[in-house]
Nanobody
Framework: VQLQAFGGGLVQAGGSLRLSCAGSGRTFGSYAVGWFRQAPGKEREFVARISWNGGVTYYADSVKGRFTISRDNAKSAVWLQMNSLKSEDTAVYYC???????????????WGQGTQVTVSS
């Protein structure tokens, strides 16, 4: 499975962005997918995850109620809709995939390259 994340950019605080994670490979639809982020000088942290069929989602407390993860396996795509953005959301965002929705948080098997999100205050 290969992943490519894109859609980052510069946005003002309170604004919105939608990140996309494009997957390739016949088995992409069988993988759980997660979004992570890494701010300068900080460790990479979990943001959100979604099960293979989209039926189960989970969010970090810091983004709950503001971010929404979704997917369309027919399009081999996972999205992260980010609303009410704050300066502390500034980071490089990565998508990752794993065989289970739990392991995608702790032991992702595949990573995409990052996309920069910058929120100006």
């Amino acid at each position: 499975v290969q992943l490519q994340a894109f859609g980052g950019g510069l946005v003002q605080a309170g604004g919105s962005l939608r990140l996309s994670c494009a997957g390739s490979g016949r088995t992409f639809g069988s993988y759980a997918v997660g979004w992570f982020r890494q701010a300068p000088g900080k460790e990479r942290e979990f943001v959100a995850r979604i099960s293979w069929n989209g039926g189960v989602t989970y969010y970090a407390d810091s983004v709950k109620g503001r971010f929404t993860i979704s997917r369309d396996n027919a399009k081999s795509a996972v999205w992260l809709q980010m609303n009410s953005l704050k300066s502390e959301d500034t980071a490089v965002y990565y998508c990752a995939a794993a065989t289970t929705v739990l392991s995608v948080t702790t032991r992702p098997e595949y990573w995409g390259q990052g996309t920069q999100v910058t929120v100006s205050s």
